[in-house]
């Protein structure tokens, strides 16, 4: 299994500021992903994080809103660009494990984000 | 609409009893199904992973069922425990589209004493 940490656990931000959540994980994976989990609502995948190269967005997120890096296979940031009320969600960093025959996915333990 | 449908949205159990939770879904081609467990605060955790082939897989006091054919799927709590309070979330794989998987909005279950 992959442990996954992410800094920080939470945050409260002001409006028209940005976040910068970090994800590390304890061995070197290829896939990671960012989630986004709103009250009452499913998982919903924001990005694919890309080793050296630009991530690949899901449809209805934007790289200007939310910018990722991926420098290396152990770690990624996401960035919450100015932020508003309708940000405030947890997102979740999660890595998938592909040497098995199913991939298993591990989640990190969110970051909960208040926009006031 | 959400390709993964779960039921009852939320629910409360005395401990010791038994509980089961539905889900129901529209993917296709099926490739597996998850349940993941999630305490609040944490992010969540896999329970059971069954592929169309496997009908029932246990996981402690944890034991989930596949109807590949009716595309229901059920996750049945024995003998609960206080612990157990979390939401449980069932998680469709599709054979496709890079394993991409689509999450129902997931079952609340809060245990009392």
């Known amino acids: 299994s992959a442990v996954i940490s992410q800094k920080p656990s939470r945050d409260i931000c002001q409006r028209g500021t940005s976040l910068t959540i970090q994800c590390q994980v304890d061995s070197q994976v290829t896939m990671m992903f960012w989630y986004r989990q709103q009250p009452g609502q499913s998982l919903t995948l924001i990005a694919t994080a890309n080793q050296g190269s630009e991530a690949t967005y899901e449809s209805g997120f934007v790289i200007d809103k939310f910018p990722i890096s991926r420098p290396n296979l152990t770690f990624s940031t996401l960035t919450v660009s100015n932020m508003s009320p309708e940000d405030s969600s947890i997102y979740l960093c999660?890595?998938?494990?592909?040497?098995?025959?199913?991939?298993?996915?591990?989640f990190g333990p969110g970051t909960r984000l208040t926009v006031t | 609409k959400n390709q993964v449908e779960q039921s009852p949205q939320s629910l409360i159990i005395l401990e010791g009893k038994n509980c089961t939770l539905q889900c129901n879904y529209t993917v296709s081609p099926f490739s597996n199904l998850r349940w993941y467990k999630q305490d609040t605060g944490r992010g969540p955790v896999s329970l059971t992973i069954?592929?169309?082939?496997?009908n029932t897989k246990s996981n402690g006091r944890y034991t989930a069922t596949l109807d590949a054919d009716t595309k229901q799927s059920s996750l049945h709590i024995t003998a609960s425990q206080l612990s157990d309070s979390a939401s449980y979330i069932c998680?469709?794989?599709?054979?496709?589209?890079?394993?991409?998987?689509?999450f129902g909005k997931g079952n609340q279950v809060v245990v009392i004493p």
């Open positions: 999660s890595v998938e494990d592909r040497r098995q025959l199913i991939y298993e996915q591990y």
């Open positions: 998680v469709v794989s599709a054979a496709e589209g890079n394993n991409r998987l689509a």
């Open positions: 069954m592929t169309f082939s496997e």
